[in-house]
């Protein structure tokens, strides 16, 4: 334990019942609602307790349906939908039954609305884009898909992306444009747009790690991307102009693959030193180890400089000695200081970083 | 699976006594006091090979990975929380050797108590492909995704059933 770190990663709730490893965690964006999935093809949804002393209970435990691991999911901008991505190759949509004309959920099961066929393998990753117009999903058969969410539970493809030369890990939109951002077992990072008169294309690829690229988070700001990789680093990449991004800090604080990454908004606004706050940075991985950093931006900041980077917290074996798998910021306000994790040993936990 | 025969002819070596197992004679202890003893003497490289050296090769059933000399003693290096096993391919383009490497990830996965970090290599220079079969055998989403491929587990099972004869 580093006793000169500012902050502590205290622990608000141990979640404990899946029955095999926990791989992806995701706060519902609307609604106090957590949830996993796990290997043992199950999804489990958290309710809390408002703050400051937020309480998990067990809302509902989705058996799924899906053959094989539930490896990720998303929750929908709206909180209304759930999209499940499982090693069956399938993508599930879940909603809960009873809801009333604004969609609003008033009671009921969580049922499978639609289920979306196409990979050819595992699918690794869901994600909403911010309007909740687009969803992306990935798989170990190279490909991205784009669907397009259209009324009553119908999707569309609207292209099918294959860039990469190896399995894609992850998927992650930017938080306020339509860019798709994709990681892949190839090493390299790609990022696409819409070409409105044609189809989705991969306008750059970002190389630099030396291993598999396992998960990205955009910062709140849009201006930055982290990567997370089984080169047990994380990568900073900058946008420089508005469509070239490139890398302006290697962290390397982790002693074994990184697996999750997530970027939230800390503690928003100026800091002591005026700058302005890029918000939290928040890692984990084989090492079982969660690092948060702080990073920071001068207003004289040129285009090229790295942001001010600080790593305010670390807590060793937060799972004990298992892998950790999947980390992620509260996003909801007043909970920005949550995060949540998944690891090896089927457990969901709750943290707290707080000020020593 | 693959019917092409990648070495014909290999090269059999004769084999020891088991290491751990006849020292745990002689202490009167059990081998198997694996998980969570902190009374039990720290597993070494010796015991590890034990767990492997009877698992049986995919391309000739008959014979063991210690005969063919694809695993010893000497090639497994243990810390307090992690193990590193290296492997020899008997033949630089043998194609079953992320089978092999599996098979080794998952008879140590379970028989080691959970605190082990496991990673397993082929020898350097060993095999003409070994970069890409070392990021396949460490890589714990494809040999999740491999552990749920019934086809594939089957021949993972004929491989381990003779794993526990010594």
């Known amino acids: 334990m580093d006793v000169d770190l500012p902050y502590r990663v205290v622990s608000v709730a141990d979640l404990s019942g899946h029955d095999d490893r926990a791989w992806h965690v995701a706060w519902n964006p609307a609604k106090p609602l957590l949830a996993t999935c796990s290997a043992d093809k199950s999804v ?9 002393s937020p309480n998990f209970v067990l809302h509902t435990s989705i058996p799924t349906g899906h053959t094989k691991t539930v490896r990720g999911i998303a929750w929908s901008p709206s909180g ?12 599930g949509i879940w909603q809960r039954e009873d809801q009333d004309d604004a969609g609003e959920a008033v009671g009921g099961e969580w049922e499978c609305v639609t289920i979306l066929e196409g990979h050819e393998t595992e699918c690794k990753s869901v994600a909403w884009s911010p309007t909740g117009t687009f969803l992306a999903s990935c798989s170990r058969d190279k490909t991205v898909w784009v669907w397009e969410a259209q009324p009553d539970a119908d999707f569309e493809c609207m292209g099918v992306l294959m860039e990469h030369t190896q399995d894609v890990k992850c998927v992650a939109w930017h938080p306020r444009e339509e860019i798709l951002a994709s990681a892949s077992y190839d090493d390299s990072i790609k990022l696409y747009l819409d070409d409105p008169s044609e189809d989705w294309f991969c306008f750059t690829t970002l190389t630099g790690h030396a291993s598999t690229v396992w998960s990205l988070a955009w910062a709140p700001n849009g201006q930055y ?32 693959t990184v697996y999750s990454v997530t970027w939230g908004v800390g503690k928003p606004g100026k800091t002591d030193s005026g700058s302005e706050s890029l918000g939290w940075l928040a890692s ?31 807590l060793e074996n ?10 992620a910021w509260c996003p909801r306000k007043g909970y920005e200081d949550l995060i949540a994790t998944v690891g090896d040993d089927g457990v969901a936990k709750v943290w707290k970083v707080a000020s020593v | 699976m693959d019917s092409q025969i990648f070495n014909p002819n290999p090269t059999i070596i004769a084999t020891t006594q088991p290491i751990a197992r006849r020292r745990a004679t002689q202490a009167k202890l059990s081998l198997w006091l694996l998980d969570g003893d902190d009374d039990s003497k720290p597993i070494d490289a010796d015991e590890v090979f034990d767990l492997i050296r009877s698992i049986s090769d995919p391309e000739h059933r008959s014979m063991t990975l210690e005969q063919l000399a694809v695993v010893s003693a000497p090639q497994v290096t243990v810390t307090p929380n992690h193990i590193l096993v290296e492997f020899t391919p008997t033949v630089p383009h043998c194609g079953m050797s992320t089978l092999i490497g599996l098979s080794i990830r998952v008879r140590l996965l379970r028989t080691l108590p959970t605190r082990f970090k496991i990673d397993i290599r082929v020898k350097p220079g060993s095999h003409q492909s070994e970069h890409a079969v070392n990021k396949q055998l460490n890589d714990k989403e494809r040999v999740a995704a491999a552990l749920e491929n019934p086809a594939l587990v089957d021949v993972l099972e004929t491989c381990l059933e003779s794993a526990g004869r010594r």
């Open chain 1, 284 to 314: 984990t991985g084989g090492d079982g180890r969660i690092n948060v950093w702080a990073f920071e931006e001068s207003p004289e900041a040129t285009n090229k400089r790295p942001p001010k980077s600080r790593l305010i917290a670390r």
């Open chain 1, 318 to 327: 937060a799972h004990g000695v298992n892998d950790v798998n999947s980390i």
């Open chain 1, 80 to 91: 209304h939908t759930l999209a499940t991505a499982s090693f069956d190759a399938n993508i």
């Open chain 1, 225 to 256: 991307l982290a990567s997370a990789s089984d080169d047990r680093t994380v990568r900073i990449w900058k946008r420089i102009t508005e469509h070239e991004w490139k890398c302006v800090l290697v962290l390397e604080e982790h002693g074994r």
């Open chain 1, 44 to 52: 489990r949804i958290y309710a809390y307790t408002p703050d400051p």
